[in-house]
């Protein structure tokens, strides 16, 4: 069985999902069925005509609607328009970008204005669809360094 401990009160599970290439069937059941609670919206840009179900507004509504869940937007912890364009222009590598990435973390310092029982069970949201290359895998990792007994699942 695989289940985690935090289905027992004993650890914390931080969830990380890229709408990119899943419909909105997906994307709502893989949220339901992990027991999703709370999406935080990474993105810098939410209102894009490409994030199409997942614009901004239409994104509250569907996940309250369908499943209960909460909505919040932290632009904070996304990355800026300069190292994300110097990244999608070719101008850094993607180990550039996690350096520099990295770096925002600690000047932003998200611990300090997230906590443990707000982000159990919470999952992070941006478009890139698998973690690897994203800011997503970056953010659930650096909580892990301050909450070492949170396990991250991408779904």
């Keep these: 069985m695989t289940e985690d401990m ?34 935080v919206d ?14 901004r507004d239409d994104l509250a509504f569907f996940l309250e609607r369908i499943g209960g869940m909460e909505y919040e937007h932290r632009p904070e912890l996304a990355p800026t328009k300069d190292i994300l364009d110097s990244y999608k222009k070719k101008r850094i590598d993607w180990q550039e ?17 997230l906590s443990p029982d707000t982000m159990n069970h919470a999952c992070l949201l941006c478009s890139e669809p698998k973690p690897d290359r994203c800011h997503r895998r970056l953010v659930a990792e650096y909580c892990r360094s301050y909450w070492p007994q949170l396990t991250i699942r991408h779904l």
Excluded: D, W
């Design 6 to 39: 935090s289905s027992h009160g004993c650890g914390l599970t931080l969830y990380t999902i890229g709408f990119g290439q899943k419909s909105a069937r997906r994307f709502f059941s893989l949220l339901a069925e992990a027991g999703v609670r709370r999406v």
């Design 97 to 113: 970008y996690e350096n520099r990435f990295r770096q925002l973390m600690m000047e932003r310092s998200p611990e300090t204005f």
């Design 42 to 55: 990474i993105r810098l840009n939410n209102v894009s005509q490409l994030a199409g179900f997942t614009k």
